[in-house]
């Protein structure tokens, strides 16, 4: 196997694990962030509920219901809910089926009374995000992949093609060659100081 092939392929061997978890670790970033995103689009939506409610806007809530958009439940004034986000499946008229929803659930005291709301959201959106952004990336892993290994490709010919001159070289030397000529000097230290060893021998064998 030649040098070349086999540094390319631990190259290869040693980029992948790094690409795949690089990978991992922002689908998980953006998963964790768009579900913030999800939970403060609810958390506000439980703030504007709570306008209606104070300003009396039973007509607006209604709708509201009627969308199924929100629960809203006058309970006993002791009666103390944490704040809590879950995910929870319900029916949709529409799809004629269970689908997932973020909810929050909480209670809030407004004109005196005491108020269980409860606020979700469709996940469905959600879902096909991420489906895009997890195929968006496996293309562009997979590109950048093909485009670092064919670099390093290029970058290696490019350095090792001193190496193969000085190869060629020491392949067609003859001790009754009539025009000798000594190899050149390049940019890499160790590539040097090999031609400077084999210049010294040949000269001594001419």
């Given at each position: 196997?030649?040098?070349?092939?086999?540094?390319?392929?631990?190259?290869?061997?040693?980029?992948?694990?790094?690409?795949?978890?690089?990978?991992?670790?922002?689908?998980?970033?953006?998963?964790?962030?768009?579900?913030?995103?999800?939970?403060?689009?609810?958390?506000?939506?439980?703030?504007?509920?709570?306008?209606?409610?104070?300003k009396g806007n039973a007509t607006v809530l209604n709708v509201f219901e009627v969308n199924n958009e929100v629960y809203i439940k006058e309970i006993d004034r002791?009666?103390?809910?944490?704040?809590?986000?879950?995910?929870?499946?319900?029916?949709?008229?529409?799809?004629?089926?269970?689908?997932?929803?973020?909810?929050?659930?909480?209670?809030?005291?407004?004109?005196?009374?005491?108020?269980?709301?409860?606020?979700?959201?469709?996940?469905?959106?959600?879902?096909?995000?991420?489906?895009?952004?997890?195929?968006?990336?496996?293309?562009?892993?997979?590109?950048?992949l093909l485009i670092t290994a064919y670099i390093n490709l290029k970058i290696s010919k490019l350095i090792w093609e001193p190496f193969r001159n000085t190869l060629e070289y020491i392949k067609n030397f003859s001790v009754h060659t009539t025009d000798f000529k000594k190899l050149e000097s390049n940019e890499i230290t160790e590539f040097n100081e090999l031609n400077s060893s084999i210049n010294g021998m040949t000269s001594k064998m001419i």
């Open positions: 196997m030649k040098l070349l092939n086999k540094t390319s392929r631990y190259y290869i061997l040693y980029t992948i694990p790094v690409v795949l978890l690089s990978a991992i670790f922002i689908y998980f970033f953006l998963l964790n962030e768009i579900g913030e995103s999800n939970q403060s689009i609810l958390l506000t939506r439980v703030k504007v509920i709570e306008g209606y409610i104070a002791n009666r103390i809910i944490p704040e809590t986000v879950k995910d929870t499946l319900m029916y949709s008229d529409i799809e004629k089926e269970y689908i997932s929803n973020k909810m929050v659930e909480v209670n809030k005291i407004i004109n005196g009374k005491n108020y269980l709301i409860k606020v979700w959201k469709s996940t469905i959106e959600f879902d096909e995000l991420m489906e895009v952004v997890f195929v968006v990336f496996l293309v562009l892993l997979l590109l950048l």
